[in-house]
Every structure is written in C-alpha cells, then in structure tokens.
C-alpha cells in the first residue's frame, strides 16, 4: 500500500528558506512526484511537480525560487523554498502520481508560515 510521510515546514521570515521532504512507500512503478499547496480560503495549486525521468515543472508564481528533486531508488522528493515571501504561506501537500495508473497519492500536508 503506497504511503507518503512528509516533514518539515515551520515558520519563517520573509525572504528565509525552508526545505521540506516527502518519503514515500509500497510503489514500485514509474511515478512523478511533486508539492501542491493550499491557502486559506484558496483552491489548491500546483508548486512544483518532477517525472520519474527527472522533467520538473514549477508554478510561475516559485519558479526560480523554489528547486524540486527526487531520489528515485528511495521515492523520496525534496522542496527547498528560497526567499520565501507571506504569500507562499499554504499548507504544502506531497503527491505521487503512479504514470501508469495515473492514480494519485497524497500526504497528510504541512504547514508553512512565512511572516513579514
């Protein structure tokens, strides 16, 4: 059964940083990993997602401040968020997505505060 553990997050300033990571278990099929985040009163949104060949892709609003990578053996992916600003606050959720299946997996999420 596939299951995904994250952790980090917290609290920071604006313009800090904060790396989350996501491990996940019981998948043995090409996957494509990736972060999604939720706002208060907001739909969840795409952060930043990485195929099992490596392709990333980054929603506009992060990109060249935030890097996705993965450790394929492991299934394991990592978020580092840098110069972070208030309106990356969100809670962040892990995803896996089976590229065969196109089933979807999620985490239970974290949170993250970025103050000003």
């Known amino acids: 059964q596939v299951q995904l553990v994250e952790s980090g997050g917290g609290l920071v300033q604006a313009g800090g940083s904060l790396r989350l990571s996501c491990a996940a278990s019981?998948?043995?099929?090409?996957?494509?990993m990736g972060w999604y985040r939720q706002a208060p009163g907001k739909q969840r949104e795409l952060v930043a997602t990485i195929t099992s060949a490596g392709r990333t892709n980054y929603a506009d609003s992060v990109k060249g401040r935030f890097t996705i990578a993965r450790q394929n053996a492991e299934n394991t992916v990592y978020l580092q968020m840098n110069i972070l600003k208030p309106e990356d606050t969100a809670l962040y959720y892990c995803?896996?997505?089976?590229?065969?299946?196109?089933?979807?997996?999620w985490g239970h999420g974290t949170q993250v505060y970025v103050s000003s």
């Open positions: 995803n896996l997505r089976n590229e065969g299946s196109y089933s979807d997996y």
């Open positions: 019981g998948i043995f099929s090409s996957n494509t």
